[in-house]
């Protein structure tokens, strides 16, 4: 499984921005696909999650600013960020897993497969 985002910039406090990330290879062997970042200095942090249900979660900070969602037919998925505030910037990527209930999706160890990331950058 390959993935491969895109979409990082930057943007002001305030802005949007719309992350990709294609997926190739063996799409059948994951479940679930989610979203991390890793601001400089910290942990990587789960962002949000969506499996093959459209079952969703979101971390607590990003609730109700941010959607996830995927085109199955292009085997993409999508992270719509809204009203970016300065704790946003970071590295995103994008994870795929299996085998892990939904409560455990937002920790690094669900996932088996990771894209290299894109860089967010909000000003202000």
């Known amino acids: 499984v390959r993935l491969v985002e895109s979409g990082g910039g930057s943007v002001q406090t305030g802005g949007s921005l719309r992350l990709s990330c294609a997926a190739s290879g063996y799409t059948y062997s994951y479940y679930y696909m989610g979203w991390f970042r890793q601001a400089p200095g910290k942990e990587r942090e789960g962002v949000t999650t969506?499996?093959?249900?459209?079952?969703?979660s979101y971390a607590d900070s990003v609730k109700d600013r941010f959607t996830i969602s995927k085109d199955n037919a292009k085997n993409t998925l999508y992270l719509r960020m809204n009203s970016l505030n300065p704790d946003a910037p970071a590295m995103y990527s994008c994870?795929?897993?299996?085998?892990?209930?939904?409560?455990?999706?937002?920790?690094?160890?669900?996932?088996?497969?990771w894209g290299q990331g894109t860089l967010v950058t909000v000003s202000s």
């Open positions: 994870a795929a897993g299996s085998g892990y209930a939904n409560w455990h999706r937002l920790h690094n160890y669900a996932y088996s497969y």
């Open positions: 969506i499996d093959n249900d459209g079952i969703t």
